[in-house]
């Protein structure tokens, strides 16, 4: 079992940047790719971006490439999210999950969840 704790989330200001923590506990971090999904209200959940298990090789979806960054540090347990120049439409619900095997590029499904953290972002 993996556990997953997410922080961060607040409201601003459209513009702004804001970092989310996501912190594992249970099994090596280091085995685990990262990712972090968003879901808005009466919207479907939707990826964001993955990071790979060491190499901390990043994929992103095409809505938030060049705005947002994943990143982790194993040493610590946790995945970070920067995001920068946020707009109102960023405004979410964010997870971060974590799966073993395949590649960041695939649709493999996650298999742990933490509990998600509140963005709003208002205009």
């Known amino acids: 079992q993996v556990q997953l704790v997410e922080s961060g989330g607040e409201l601003v200001q459209a513009g702004d940047s804001l970092r989310l923590s996501c912190t594992a506990s249970g099994r090596t971090f280091s085995d685990y790719i990262m990712g972090w999904f968003r879901q808005a209200p009466g919207k479907e959940r939707e990826f964001i971006a993955a990071i790979s298990e060491r190499s901390a090789i990043p994929y992103y979806a095409d809505s938030v490439k060049g705005r947002f960054t994943i990143s982790r540090d194993n040493a610590k347990n946790t995945a970070y999210l920067r995001m920068n120049s946020l707009k109102p439409e960023d405004t979410a619900i964010y997870y971060c999950?974590?799966?073993?095997?395949?590649?960041?590029?695939?649709?493999?499904?996650?298999?742990?969840w933490g509990q998600g953290t509140q963005v709003t972002v208002s205009s």
């Open positions: 999950a974590a799966r073993r095997g395949g590649t960041v590029w695939d649709s493999i499904p996650y298999d742990y």
